[in-house]
């Protein structure tokens, strides 16, 4: 059974940084692919970056260049450092890690959740 603790939102000045931890513990974190999603008010939620088993990392658009995404496996833990924190980053941040095995089946799990407020 996955055991999930995210931690590190809360509320940021325009130009700030904020930096969000996510350990998962029950699982064999190595074989599995990460991801950080966000969703705002009255909005869907958005994949705001990915880190694979391998270490392949990619971001949406808006965060390239601010957000950067690392594992550390030997700490089964994983983390969003975000730099030049804007308005618009304003979500609830969750952690999201995910397996598919070679016959189908898929093994994921979600963070609570994080909120992360970005205002002067």
């Known amino acids: 059974q996955a055991h999930i603790v995210e931690s590190g939102g809360g509320l940021v000045q325009p130009g700030g940084s904020l930096r969000l931890s996510c350990a998962i513990s029950g699982i064999d974190f190595e074989a599995f692919a990460l991801g950080w999603y966000r969703q705002g008010p009255g909005s869907r939620r958005v994949l705001v970056a990915t880190?694979?088993?391998?270490?392949?990392?990619s971001y949406t658009d808006s965060v390239k260049d601010r957000f950067i995404v690392s594992r550390d496996n030997g700490k089964n833990t994983f983390t969003l450092q975000m730099n030049d924190l804007k308005p618009e980053d304003t979500a609830v941040y969750l952690c999201?890690?995910?397996?598919?095995?070679?016959?189908?089946?898929?093994?994921?799990?979600w963070g609570q959740g994080t909120q992360v407020t970005v205002s002067s």
């Open positions: 880190i694979s088993s391998r270490g392949e990392i």
């Open positions: 999201h890690a995910i397996r598919r095995m070679p016959w189908g089946k898929e093994y994921q799990y």
